[in-house]
Every structure is written in C-alpha cells, then in structure tokens.
C-alpha cells in the first residue's frame, strides 16, 4: 500500500503509475491562464519567507482561513509574517480533503524536498528551514517557473497596460520561457459610450481626476483609454489596445461574465462582437469564464477590496445568448479559438456541447477556479470523454497569483492518470500503453502548443 502522498499519490493502478511516471511527470507546462505579476518575473523578486511566497496575494488561503475562524488580522491585515504563517498551519489540518491541503503539500515537496506535514508542531520548523532555502540561488521567481519546467506563461492584464514588464522579460536573456500578455477588457464591456463622449467633452485629463470626481470609476478609465489612444471612440481605443498588445506577443484574451445580456444590451453585443472578429484577426484566443458572483461582501470589498475571496458560484449560463454570439461570429467565419470555462458545475455539460457545435476552433476548458478540485477536474474529464473528445483538451491551467501554484499541474496530470488507468484495469479502455501514453503526453502538453499556436 502507498504511503500518504508518495511518490505514486493518486495512482491506484499500474497503468496508472506507469502512464504518469513515463509519460505526464517530465512533460513541460504551458501556463495560459494566470494572475502572475509580470513585475515579479522581470526583476526576478526573491520571497523573503513563506507567507510573502503563499500568503500574500492567495485569496484560495484567504478563505479558507476565514472559514475555519481565522481572524483578519492573521489573514490580510498587520499581523506579522510568522504569526500569519502559524495561522495557516493550525488552519491545513482542518482541510484534509480540501485541495488546499495537497497543494500546499505538494509545494513543500516538489519546491523544497520537505517531507513533513505541515501542522502547528512543525510550523517552526518548516518555517526556518523555508525560509534559509529562499535565501539561497534557485528560489527567485524565475528560477522557480524553470524548476517546474514552464514553458509559456499567459498573464492577465488590462487593456491600459504599458505591458513595460513585459518588454523587459523579452529583454532578459537569462529568462529561457515566454511570458505573454492577455488581454483582459472586462471593466470596458458595459461602458456606454455616450458617458465616455460626456467626459471627454467635459475636458477630463487623466493627469487632472479632479476634472469629474463624480464619473463611474469604469468610465473614468475609458476616458483614460481612449485619451491614451488619441480617439473619443472606447472601441476603437480597445482595438489600438489590442493591437498593442499582439505586437508584444499576446495569444490569448480573458472575459470573466457575471451575467451575459448578449441579447439584451445592444451596445454589450455590437462590443462583443467587435473583439470577437479582431480577435480572429490576430489569431488571439477567446478564453470565456462564466458562472462568478464577485465581490459579494460589501465588508471585504471596502477594507481589502476586489480579489479578496469574496467571491462564489453564480447563476447558470444561458445557452442561447452564447449561441447567438458564436453563430454571429461563426456566420461571417470571424469566430476566433475559443476556450469556454464555467464555475456553475451545472453549466457542464451546457458548455461541453456547445464547444463541440464549434469544433474545432471550439474547446471545453479546464475546471476552474472552485472547480478544480478531485471532484470538479473528474467532472470535467468525465464531459470530456463523454460529450466531447478528451484527447483534443488542452489540459489544466492555474489560474493563480502563486509562484509555487504549477504543482497544480502536478495534481490534474496524477488526477487524469488514475482516471484512466482505472479504465484501462476495468476493461472500458484499451490497456494499450503507446495509445493511453500518447493522449496522455498531448493533453499535459502537446495540445496547449498545438492550439495556442
């Protein structure tokens, strides 16, 4: 019987060892949706303990120490970095189960060679050891990325960005990965523009807010835009914008919707659609997330403010609002790539489908962000294999703020062996090692470089 988190964590079955050990362990990673700081890469940041390395910007820890009655001060407040760190390890062996617990151990593991649980006794241990070892070459952020073998990383970023971080990582010859920019319009999508033509008229200066401190902070910021790209038109500085950030290496664009009124909203739709057919152009990837409540505490949102952990699982997505937009686009061939990802477990199969009506510039994504658990990525896999075609998938993302997060690679590559190994011994699959072996290496890998291509 394997020992708790071994080296054959996860993989029951002998295929199952052996499709992860030859063909998923090794394979290199290709990141396309993250929160990583472009900053960060560029000057190469050192990370003086673990709470900077895993507390500092993860709202995953964050809520779950909330939800374990950690108090704010220990979370996102003034507490000092040991104290926040012990709060964290009185908090993990409540979550046993939760993935938080296998990442968190995996990190210690892959990153650090620690074998020990991390708990209230050995909080100080670890800590002193981690914290001698940051000090040492090996442990700023790009020598991290390269021990996880990363070999793209997408990035998120608004439309207003001077992308100058990124200009600086091409620059760097000692940074061996691509670090491109998303394109991330999201506070752009419901400005009107007749507010952006009444400020701009009013003789708003971004340099001079004072101009309008009345404006909605999102049409302040596509004054700003459409100032930074010398029109009064908002979607024509989006397509400057983007043509920006094509020329400093961007392959895929973000849009996060909480609600989706393609049908309702005509200016919503005609900007949409807009992106949609610029995004062909440019062969950019339309990567769609759907299914988020986002800031629901009013409480968190003023003290911390967006990205705090205040979000949850919305409502399900209407399926024929999103035929609608892929059939306009489809209809003049202008639709983009396109990756959908829903945080509702019950957009599953309404998602799984509607990738396949559009194949195959269409695919199903990874299970994000609540999703991408044991329970959600077997989902996933499960709509995959039964709705769609499990070996075109272009595998998992992180989705994630961390520099040790890519062992979560690690977690859906052991995940998606044991899964099929199982039915490979049941007889469902054939127990054909070169056949499972080759969609196992194109779904951790080959098909991320093939797709984003």
């Not at 059939?327 to 639709?335: F, R, Y």
């Not at 477990?345 to 489908?353: G, K, Q, R």
């Amino acid at each position: 019987m394997s020992g708790f988190m071994d080296r054959d964590f996860l993989l029951n079955t002998d295929m199952a060892r052996t499709l992860y050990h030859t063909y998923a362990e090794d394979q290199p990673i290709y990141d396309f949706h993250n929160h990583l700081s472009p900053k960060d890469i560029a000057e190469h940041r050192r990370f003086r303990n673990l709470t900077e390395l895993w507390l500092e910007t993860d709202h995953y820890k964050w809520r779950a120490l909330r939800a374990c009655g950690v108090e704010e001060r220990l979370i996102t407040g003034d507490a000092a970095p040991f104290e926040k760190f012990k709060a964290w390890a009185a908090v993990l062996p409540k979550l046993v189960g939760n993935a938080l617990y296998y990442w968190t151990h995996l990190e210690l593991q892959r990153y650090f060679g620690i074998e020990t649980l991390l708990c209230p006794e050995t909080a100080e241990e670890i800590w002193n050891k981690t914290e001698e070892m940051l000090k040492t070459p090996g442990f700023d952020t790009v020598s991290l990325l390269d021990k996880m073998k990363v070999r793209v990383l997408c990035t998120t970023d608004d439309p207003a960005d001077s992308l100058e971080w990124h200009k600086k990582i091409r620059e760097d010859s000692r940074i061996s990965f691509r670090v491109c920019p998303s394109f991330r319009p999201d506070r752009y999508l419901f400005v009107r523009q007749e507010d952006v033509s009444a400020l701009l008229r009013k003789g708003y200066r971004a340099e001079e807010p004072e101009t309008d401190e009345e404006a909605d902070p999102a049409v302040i910021s596509a004054a700003d835009l459409c100032l930074k790209y010398g029109t009064e038109d908002l979607n024509m500085a989006l397509v400057k914008a983007l043509d920006h950030f094509r020329e400093n290496g961007c392959l895929v664009s973000d849009h996060g919707f909480s609600v989706f009124p393609y049908q309702e909203d005509p200016e919503f739709r005609e900007r949409l659609r807009l992106l949609g057919r610029a995004y062909h152009r440019r062969n950019i990837v339309m990567q769609l997330h759907f299914g988020a409540v986002r800031n629901s505490s009013p409480r968190l949102l003023r003290d911390i403010g967006a990205d705090a952990g205040g979000d949850s699982v919305g409502r399900t997505m209407d399926p024929y609002a999103l035929k609608a937009f892929f059939s306009d686009l489809e209809e003049t061939d202008q639709l983009p790539k396109t990756i959908l990802y829903n945080l509702n477990p019950a957009d599953n199969m309404v998602l799984s489908t509607m990738a396949v009506n559009f194949a195959p510039r269409m695919q199903y994504g990874a299970a994000w962000w609540f999703n991408d658990m044991y329970r959600g990525i077997n989902a996933q896999l499960d709509e995959l294999m039964e709705t769609g075609a499990l070996s075109r998938t272009v595998g998992m993302l992180t989705d994630s703020r961390s520099f040790t997060s890519f062992v979560r690679h690690e977690y859906f590559r052991r995940i998606l062996c044991r899964k099929i190994g199982l039915l490979a011994e049941e007889g469902l699959w054939p127990a054909d090692e070169k056949i499972l072996g080759q969609l196992v290496s194109d779904i951790c890998y080959n098909n991320a470089g093939e797709f984003f291509s």
